[in-house]
């Protein structure tokens, strides 16, 4: 494939919750419960942040780096299953907010926790066909779970943007591969403020099923093993999902841990991979090799062989913020439940 | 907040972009017709830039008596930021803490939602800025 990555921005809240707080507010062991998801802390959006501020900070961390004419980019699609609007898109916002409109297209994207995957095969076959000179693909999330449900643990927010293009690829496409089922595991309605999630339908049939999947064909695509890969980054719903599909396909702690991110942000859902693969990106070095598979409830998942070029060593990193030092917050800025839901909207107020 | 100002306005409010007065150098924020220094020898000079977004507190207050768009947030930081090119402008300061906020900080701007006409009209957005590591 001609079209590959040239540049990604990430952006992940500054504020953060404790399991234990959740649990003490709905009289669970908050801290055992934080061990069986193998979370310790997620991330939460502040009042003023949604999809769009996380992509629009996401997208102009990218630019930056990049270096490019925000003018060039031809294309703009932001996965996401939070996005402010359920009729006028993220997209649009995000291309005035980097200078790209309005010589281009633009579209929001749904498929669950995968969309920004999605978002991501969609401007590479672009570039690839030539049709546009630069695409930007964002995945971004402000997930919520119902206030008592499990899923107030987990569910989180952040986001990151790619550009793809031909020229000064830092991170070239070996190849994808997508598998998908109509699975009913995770949904929600139009209308309905929080999600529903299909009990036996979340674990096996849906997440390891489309995961390991896709992880094991990409490798028989492309002829590897998983020692071939200096990293893995799979969606990560939880801390435990990924550390047993990791195990399965053969892979290491040492190749999963930089793209692992859930166990200390939460899981940020369409950011989960996109922000995984930005924090491997951080620190890989030319001629890493990288496997990326996404998950999204309904059910699919696209994978991803990576392999980092020379280029990196040019690539102007420091223009954006490093993954790792969004994710490390003073404690300050740990808050209770009460500022949690009031943040989140959760409290219902006059008029609404 | 009004609709088809806020839209006019919305490139400045948006990505930081004012002008540049070609005759004497002088950057303004928002834009400006003419220069008020040079008066008519800045006609047709006026030329129009986009701010860095880098800059510094110059003056600053601890809001407790919020807005209603801002009560969410409240007590929240309010400041006189000197951009790096000159201009000074007013916004809120996010994420920093109320300890943390002193003279001469240095800040970028952040993308932030402004406000909203109420839970089914349109959200606005803008600039907000946040500390910078120094
Ligand atoms: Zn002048």
């Known amino acids: 494939m001609k079209a590959g990555i040239v540049s990604y921005g990430a952006y992940v809240p500054k504020y953060r919750i404790r399991p234990e707080e959740i649990g003490r507010v709905w009289g669970e062991d908050g801290a055992t419960r934080g061990k069986g998801l193998g979370i310790m802390s997620k991330s939460i ?5 949604d999809v769009i501020t996380i992509a629009v900070e996401a997208a102009r961390s990218a630019l930056l780096r990049a270096g490019i004419d925000p003018q ?4 703009i699609y932001t996965g996401s299953e939070s996005h402010p609007y359920a009729v ?5 916002v995000v291309a005035e907010a980097i200078l790209a409109a309005p010589d281009m297209t633009a579209a929001d994207y749904e498929f669950a926790c995968k969309a920004g995957t999605a978002a991501l095969q969609n401007v590479l076959g672009l570039v690839n066909t030539g049709w546009i000179k630069y695409g930007m693909a964002i995945g971004a999330d402000t997930s919520q779970g119902a206030p008592g449900d ?6 989180s927010a952040g986001g990151a943007a790619f550009i793809a293009g031909t020229e000064r690829i830092i991170a070239k496409i070996n190849g994808m591969y997508s598998y998908t089922t109509d699975t009913p595991d995770f949904w929600r309605r139009e209308g309905q403020a929080y999600p529903s999630h299909g009990g036996r339908f979340t674990g096996e049939p849906a997440y390891f099923k489309h995961v390991l999947t896709a992880a094991r064909r990409m490798m028989e695509l492309e002829g590897t093993e998983a020692k071939d890969y200096d990293y893995v980054v799979l969606h990560q719903p939880n801390g435990k999902f990924p550390r047993r599909a990791a195990a399965k396909l053969g892979f290491t702690d040492e190749q999963l841990a930089p793209g692992l991110l859930t166990p200390r942000i939460g899981n940020t859902y369409s950011g989960a ?23 999204g409830s309904g059910a699919g998942s696209d994978a ?15 223009a954006g913020p490093l993954v790792e030092d969004m994710i490390n917050v003073p404690e300050e800025y740990y808050v209770d439940y009460a500022t949690y839901v009031k943040f989140r909207g959760k409290i219902r107020r006059k008029g609404d | 907040m009004n609709m088809p100002r806020f839209w006019r306005e919305k490139q400045g409010r948006y990505n930081l972009v004012g002008n540049r007065c070609t005759n004497c150098g002088t950057y303004y924020f928002p834009k400006r017709d003419i220069c008020p220094k040079c008066h008519r020898k800045s006609i047709g000079k006026m030329e129009e830039v986009r701010f860095k977004g880098t800059g510094k507190v110059v003056s600053w207050t601890i809001v407790h008596d919020a807005h209603p768009d801002y009560k969410d947030m409240r007590p929240y930081i309010m400041a006189i930021i000197e951009l790096e090119e000159g201009p000074r402008l007013t916004g809120q300061i996010v994420d920093c803490s109320l300890d943390e906020i002193h003279t001469g900080m240095r800040v970028r701007d952040t993308f932030r939602k402004l406000s909203e006409d109420g839970k089914d009209g349109v959200i606005f957005y803008g600039y907000k800025f946040r500390p910078v590591k120094e």
């Open chain 1, 72 to 75: 060039d980019i031809g294309a």
């Open chain 1, 273 to 295: 991979v996109p922000l995984g693969l930005s924090a491997v990106l951080d620190i890989a070095k030319p001629g890493d090799r990288i496997l990326v598979t996404s998950f």
């Open chain 1, 88 to 92: 006028k898109p993220t997209s649009s």
């Open chain 1, 45 to 49: 959006p502040s009042p003023d942040e």
């Open chain 1, 150 to 155: 499990p899923l107030e643990y987990s569910a």
């Open chain 1, 304 to 318: 991803f062989d990576i392999s980092v070029t020379d280029e990196m060593e040019r690539f102007n990193r420091s």
